[in-house]
């Protein structure tokens, strides 16, 4: 198994999209995307 990361993000379910919320969960997801997809990384 690959190791496994959660992120809560404050509020409810729409609230993920703006605000303190949004701010949690794009960073997480530029987080994945910089570890993950980084070009010429093999």
């Given at each position: 198994m690959?190791?496994?990361?959660?992120?809560?993000?404050?509020g409810?379910?729409?609230?993920?999209?703006?605000?303190?919320?949004?701010?949690?969960t794009?960073?997480?997801?530029r987080?994945?995307?910089v570890e993950?997809?980084?070009?010429?990384k093999?």
């Amino acid at each position: 198994m690959h190791p496994k990361r959660i992120v809560i993000a404050p509020g409810g379910h729409f609230d993920a999209y703006q605000g303190p919320g949004f701010e949690v969960t794009s960073a997480a997801a530029r987080d994945w995307f910089v570890e993950h997809l980084q070009v010429g990384k093999g």
